[in-house]
């Protein structure tokens, strides 16, 4: 992987986050109130995983030119791990939350599914390219 595709893919990487902070509002201000915590989660990571394949696959069909599969989930990685990063260190330290409520989103047992986000994330780039060699 070159260090164009990692460029790119940061830079759509951060269009992502951008997208993931307007659904966290959308989930807090619209959907909590009208169908409960729960069902609004389970809603907005649906709707969240959509946009990070869209990205996915306007990243790998528009911006990335001689990529392969490796690449693909090499991307897919960097995602994951700057997505996990972001989502502990900002959860943490701006926005206050204690290290067990960041941890209780990845309890899928509690019907958490923000790993389901992860799994689109870490595969998105690989399946959603259109001539996947």
Known sequence: MNRRMVYRSFEVWLFVLGAAGINALFRTLFLVPRMGEHTAHVVSMMMLIIVVLMFSSILVNRFL???????????????VGLTVCFDFLFGHYVMKHSWASLLNDYNVLAGRIWIAVLTAELVGPWFMASDRK
């Open 65 to 79: 030119k001689g990529y392969e599969n490796l690449d693909l989930f090499l991307i897919g990685l960097l995602w």
